[in-house]
Structures are given as structure tokens and as C-alpha cells.
């Protein structure tokens, strides 16, 4: 989930959320791939990020861990 977060923080901007992660943005877009699969969302939806993000801030607010 901190990928997918830090990727929207980013406004999806791949590479500045890889710099941030650390990581290579093949990585992070692997990553996103295999988070959408596992939340059964497909990522280049609006209606799905819209829920994906509402959910991970819901969970922020509830201090949930990441």
C-alpha cells in the first residue's frame, strides 16, 4: 500500500514516486500491477483510484499501518 500511496501523494508521477521509494520505476509499475490485482482494481480506472485513494486515506485516518 505505501507504493500505491506514494504514487497518488504524486499525483502519479512513476518516476518521482520511484525516487522517492528508492526504487526503479519498472519496480514501482510492477508494484502497482500487483497491488491492483490483489484489490481486484484496475488502477487506470478513475472510478477504481478514486476508491483505492479514499480507502488508503481512510485507513491514514484511522491509523491504520501501512
Avoid: C, K
Avoid at 21 to 49: E, K, Q, V, Y
Amino acid at each position: 500500500m505505501v507504493s500505491a500511496r506514494t504514487w497518488m501523494e504524486r499525483d502519479r508521477r512513476t518516476e518521482t514516486a520511484a525516487a522517492a521509494l528508492h526504487i526503479h520505476p519498472n519496480t514501482l509499475a510492477h508494484r502497482l500491477r500487483r497491488f491492483g490485482a490483489l484489490a481486484d482494481r484496475d488502477l487506470t480506472s478513475t472510478g477504481a483510484l478514486a476508491e483505492v485513494w479514499l480507502a488508503i486515506q481512510a485507513a491514514g485516518a484511522l491509523g491504520l499501518p501501512d
